[in-house]
């Protein structure tokens, strides 16, 4: 069955950096999008980055156009969010999410999440 599972996150101070995975299995991973969503305290789901299939393509929120960097692994089935010049804004859970087929935002798979929480 189809399963992504994040990890990663962490405390950091602002201004520093971070790196969250997500590892995919059960599905044919170098076929699909791939996005990460995030999920402040009290909010609702923020959408935050999206790669294509073959990595040629990568879309950001204004939020973190700049600072944050997506990239994927294809033969090892993994998605990465690089994240540089944190804010304590961008204290959220991080999902990856899997995008349908044809519906780049649009999501059919979630995993559980990865806490990331900027403080000093």
């Known amino acids: 069955q189809v399963q992504l599972v994040e990890s990663g996150g962490g405390l950091v101070q602002p201004g520093g950096s971070l790196r969250v995975s997500c590892a995919a299995s059960?599905?044919?991973?170098?076929?699909?999008?791939m996005s990460w969503v995030r999920q402040a305290p009290g909010a609702g789901l923020e959408w935050v980055s999206v790669?294509?299939?073959?990595?040629?393509?990568?879309y950001y929120a204004d939020s973190v156009k700049g600072r944050f960097t997506i990239s994927r692994d294809n033969t090892n089935n993994t998605l990465y969010l690089q994240m540089n010049s944190l804010k304590p804004e961008d204290t959220a859970l991080y999902y990856c999410?899997?995008?349908?087929?044809?519906?780049?935002?649009?999501?059919?798979?979630w995993g559980q999440g990865t806490q990331v929480t900027v403080s000093s």
């Open positions: 999410a899997r995008s349908r087929l044809g519906r780049m935002y649009e999501y059919d798979y």
């Open positions: 059960g599905f044919a991973f170098d076929a699909y999008y």
């Open positions: 790669i294509n299939s073959i990595s040629s393509d990568t």
